[in-house]
């Protein structure tokens, strides 16, 4: 069940007992009291603040009803420390430099910007050194898909969206900006974003519903000289294939001989399938709710069916747990509780399983102890999770430290090894097979590597990250 923690103010008669009764009840309604913090006191009363975590979020407001109800209490106020934390937003806007006095202003808006505008004018490549471009990227939604929330809306979504933003500038100093679109129509979504684009540096789509998110993707990359990236598709791909190259390190297995199981064929499930494939996986079979995907059979959109035409080259047909007897690995980013031990028990010898439904896995990782050799899956309560914040701001860093005009399928392979290789041969174990977000080697591993595909690849408009001072020389010869 999802837990919260609350700051719950009281004032107390000052009489011995008043506290031990609240803290009883918080107890009793399975609560967990951290700190316990005087706001003020007197000879009459004490007022208290007390912050504590409920396991179980539906035992919120029978809590407070049985705390109101005790003698010598006064609720003054119950907070959602979550909500606190979000007041005025998670982001905004710092200057790079300082306005003190005429000159600045005279320098950095008229009338020297003019000069600069018109340099700009007159070569449009000036545009990544004078201005926020070459580091700046757009988080674009429609609020269709938000977590696993489902469709609540461009508002609902723009907090979100500003924990993106936050998280970029945190592990690779990116600025990015929510872009929250009132609009469903894929082709006006494409329209809006093609029109804002001159302003960033890359485009990274988040939340949109499937298969809004295949068509809006595919037509921006193929109109726009920018990076495109879809995190919730790209970015998980990028983590799970890391971790699986790191799983079957562990249990001695190959990816092209392994016979993988994969549920769930919306976004995170099709990208999922294509990188496993560009990376050499030879025997995949897709799953979603209506059963096995095979080649030729009526599927929703254009996406799954060439998830099956790529797949299950031997049409095998059935349900998820028929499927998954034999199988090495299993993949789920589909639902929660679908999955039970006696059918892990089915797969092959030192199965590896990523159970990704978040908050509550496919399985859950207590029912797979001695049954699946590793477990991966999307929380952060529990060994090998599975986070899109290991790819997506390293991948955006080499982006845009080489101004790709693209990302590619090689710069997603090279992003996933880079980030599998951020976990050593003597690091590696069953509980150890992707590294921590907070790892420092991370972003740098991500954004080297896909700098270097980049480069190879004939989309890098640099070779290599240009610091401040060599821009400025270049903005400056004109080069």
Not at 165 to 187: G, T
Not at 276 to 295: H, N, S
Not at 321 to 347: K, W
Request: proline share 4%; glycine share 8%.
């Amino acid at each position: 069940m999802a837990s919260l923690t609350l700051v719950m103010r009281l004032q107390l008669q000052n009489k011995p007992g008043t506290l031990g009764r609240v803290l009883t009840v918080i107890g009793d309604h399975g609560g967990d009291v951290g700190a316990i913090d005087i706001v003020e006191a007197n000879s009459e009363t004490i007022t208290r603040d007390i912050t504590f975590s409920l396991q179980d979020a539906r035992e919120q407001e029978s809590m407070i009803q049985a705390v109101a109800q005790l003698d010598d209490v006064r609720i003054v106020a119950v907070s959602d420390r979550v909500f606190l934390a979000h007041l005025g937003g998670k982001i905004g806007i710092a200057l790079r430099r300082q306005v003190q006095n005429r000159e600045d202003l005279s320098t950095l808006y008229t009338p020297g910007v003019g000069r600069v505008a018109e340099a700009i004018a007159q070569e449009r490549s000036k545009v990544y050194n004078l201005t926020m471009k070459r580091n700046s990227v757009a988080i674009v939604t429609d609020g269709s898909a938000v977590l696993g929330l489902g469709d609540l809306g461009p508002e609902a979504a723009l907090p979100v969206m500003e924990g993106k933003a936050m998280l970029f500038k945190r592990f690779a100093n990116i600025d990015a900006f929510p872009l929250c679109l009132d609009e469903r129509d894929p082709e006006k979504i494409v329209d809006i974003v093609r029109a804002i684009s001159p302003e960033f540096g890359g485009i990274n789509l988040e939340d949109i519903a499937a298969p809004r998110c295949f068509q809006v993707e595919e037509r921006l990359r193929e109109i726009l000289d920018i990076p495109v990236f879809h995190d919730d598709q790209h970015g998980t791909a990028i983590v799970v294939l890391a971790g699986l190259m790191n799983g079957l390190r562990v249990v001695g297995k190959r990816l092209p001989e392994v016979r993988i199981v994969i549920n769930g064929m919306g976004a995170a499930g099709v990208a999922i399938t294509k990188i496993l494939l560009e990376a050499g996986a030879q025997q995949i079979i897709c799953c979603d709710k209506a059963g096995v995907l095979v080649a030729g059979d009526a599927l929703p959109n254009d996406a799954q069916r060439w998830i099956a035409a790529h797949t299950n080259p031997e049409r095998v047909r059935g349900t998820l747990p028929e499927v998954l007897r034999g199988a090495d690995v299993f993949i789920g980013v589909s639902a929660a509780n679908l999955l039970h031990r006696e059918q892990i028990e089915t797969m092959a010898q030192d199965a590896i399983v990523f159970a990704l439904a978040n908050p509550v896995p496919e399985i859950a990782p207590e029912e797979m102890l001695r049954v699946a050799r590793v477990i991966a899956t999307g929380r952060s309560d529990y060994p090998n999770q599975i986070n899109n914040v290991l790819a997506f701001p390293g991948v955006f860093r080499g982006a845009l430290d080489c101004r790709a005009r693209a990302i590619t399928a090689e710069m997603e392979l090279a992003a996933a090894r880079a980030l599998a290789d951020v976990v050593g041969p003597d690091e590696l174990s069953e509980e150890y097979i992707i590294p921590s977000v907070f790892n420092s080697k991370v972003v740098e591993a991500v954004a080297q590597g896909v700098r270097e595909a980049a480069v190879a690849g004939g989309v890098a408009r640099k070779g290599q990250q240009e610091s401040e001072e060599e821009a400025a020389q270049e903005a400056w010869a004109g080069r």
